[in-house]
């Protein structure tokens, strides 16, 4: 069994910064890609941005130059460093993970961006 913890969800007003963290234990074998996605209120889930095991990273259009996707490999962890932050990154943030067992997604943190 694989489980995914993510924390650092909030409010932050416009132009702010956050950092999202993620991160797996338990039965995780190979992970070959991280990812975050999000989903606002009334709209379906969109991909936000992946990395690869070999750090290789793909952003959506909407926060591209704006946020950053990293890894600590030896932890695990994904995280989602994300600044200039606008209403409309309002949403709320899962993390997934694909490994050789299956795919695994983190409970959803929320983010709120207003002034």
């Known amino acids: 069994q694989v489980q995914l913890v993510e924390s650092g969800g909030g409010l932050v007003q416009p132009g702010g910064s956050l950092i999202l963290s993620c991160a797996a234990s338990?039965?995780?074998?190979?992970?070959?890609?991280m990812g975050w996605y999000r989903q606002a209120a009334g709209k379906p889930r969109e991909s936000v941005a992946h990395i690869s095991s070999s750090g290789s990273t793909t952003y959506a259009d909407s926060v591209t130059g704006r946020f950053t996707i990293s890894i600590d490999n030896a932890k695990n962890t994904v995280y989602l460093q994300m600044n200039s932050l606008k209403p409309e990154d309002t949403a709320n943030y899962y993390c997934?993970?694909?490994?050789?067992?299956?795919?695994?997604w983190g409970q959803g943190s929320q983010v709120t961006v207003s002034s």
């Open positions: 997934r993970i694909d490994t050789s067992l299956g795919t695994y």
């Open positions: 338990g039965s995780i074998f190979t992970i070959h890609v």
